[in-house]
């Protein structure tokens, strides 16, 4: 009782001089402000510095936790987006743009606004509950790419395109410099301009020292004047993974780096349908050891629901089981359309080949006689996971973007929503079309339709999460599925792709030009099923291409 | 260390409101003695005199950097056994990861909640005294 009260008493001390400390803050926030308004615009007018970028990049941040701590929760998020804002600018290797600059002003303000709005509400402790929210990030980290280079227009140019696909980079003027400056972190690739004073060959001593600077294998694109053999052989024999004659068209490089920087593959995952629990575990034990994923289901009659939602590349499956049999289970995972593709694999005691292979005929792939053991188990079922998965990838991803194709995005679209509303979570979608597409077709014909198409699904895939599923819906126009993420996160993180969508040029061999795009947010709950969800998107992609284009609106929002 | 309870913190940010905000949330829920620096190397410079239980330290300073302090705090022997805590603001995941890979106590996150500040620095205390 006595610890009690005491309690409650530094806590009520605690609050008092909180709100001491809040009352101090907002007496000398305007006054903060102006001064880093003051500092940004002479960032402007005095010429841009990364530097001083950076400074005015710490005030903000620390701006961050202090009206964090002090419970302006609003504000802190508020400043944390000026923050992002702020590092995507020091990334950049240009200065910000009139619009960029007029936005920074506007953050500035809104805080402001901000600040005045919770002033009035006094300390809430609960404030901090969501408080691990106010950061999560919206992007992967960026990867980054090194390039080196003399003082090179084409070079110069490739690099202001990379930062705008949402790679880091970093530069150097010739392999010596980056061996003794060293590179900030492992690149996910190194592109190398074959000129002097490094030479047009590249040779293996180079290669390796170049590696060795990286810390381990890192692909090597070379960009090169020579398209003769002894060039090209020189390239291969030090093993660099790509060769690009002068003039380079961007979109090639794009690609290759796309390619190189996709995320590692993810395991396979195995699904293995067993009633007895010993064998189910022995056989998951072999395939996890061997790095596979692995769920066991022991009811036949729990299968369907975990091949919705564990998306299993190979089905393992025991012949005889109580309820059904593994042949009857077969035929009604066949029934499914979505499901045709997925490799089976029948399991029994049964070592009578005549019903083995009656059992093929019923939609099986193969048959083992069980237990088997782990050095027959990991390479058949490997091998077949990865032949399904790859007819799985021709049958589901667009062949142009390799992003998914639309009956595909809905299915995942519908495991988000079942998801995110059993775990009471967010999700958005967004769907996005280009600007103007026709016109680029019958301008600039349509090879250089599909570069633009392309260009805009890297810079999905580059800037966009792991966890974000990505598709073409058809024609020009593209759905994002974001998990965890609320209309409002969604509406920033797809006005930044527009930003760097617009910035990009696109190369029709002799001129370039630029496109933008239009986009529709729309969230869960307000929208509550895959279909209302790609609607309410979809009326709000109408709504912003109406607008003017060139701007991402919310669904449900006038304005 | 037995049942030593925690006494004696020293802590280091440049932000002098985040400074003033956990020192008060210190001293008055966790009854801690707080001593304050606006820098890492005011920190260093501060250690043999007030001979701190646990260090706070920001991470992104401008003079020297959290992980710079807590190299040079390792460097002494006799503090081998004092936890070092970082504060920071960072948010993406994996520099998060590389931060706690250093070795620290814990990494505490600005915005922090300076209600339950206390509660969390005498827990990571606890915890690190189990080692």
Redesign the interface.
Known sequence: MEGDRENRA??E???K??ER?RAN?LEKLPGRLQALVEEWNALQEDGWSQDGARALH?SV??L???????GFAKM?KTA?RLERLLVALLEGTHPPTEEVRSEVIEWFERIGEDASSEAKDGFD?SS?EN??E????LFE?RNLIVVVEQEDPFARELAHQLVHFGFELQMFKEIDEMVEQGVERRPAAVIMDLSSPDGELIGEEVASKVRDALGGKVPLVLVSNRSDIEARLDAVRAGCSSYFIKPVNYSDVLETLDRLTRSEPEPYRILIVDDETDTAVFHANSLEAAGLETVMVTDPLDVMSQIVEFQPDVILMDVYMPGCTGLELARVIRQEEAFVGVPIVFLSRETDRMKQIAALGEGGDDFFTKPVPPDQLVPAVSARAQRGRTLRMFMEKDGLTGLFRHSRIIEQLEVAVRRADRQHGRLAVAMLDIDGFKEVNDQFGHLVGDQVLKALAYLLRQRLRMSDVLGRFGGDEYVVVLPDTDGTAAMEKMDNIRRNFAAIDHDTGHESFAATLSCGVAEFPVALTSHELIAAADEALYRAKRGGRNRVLLAGKEK | MGNIALQRILLADDEPDILEISKIALETVGGFEVSVCTSGRSLLDRLTEFEPDLIIVDVLMPDMTGPEVFEEIRRRPELNSVPVVYLTGVIQEDELEELRGTGVADVILKPFDPMTLADRINGIWTGADGR
């Open positions: 530094t806590t001390q605690l609050r001089e909180l400390l803050f710490r941040h620390g961050i936790g202090t009206a964090g701590s002090l802190a944390r402790p901090f408080a691990a106010w950061g999560t990030p980290p």
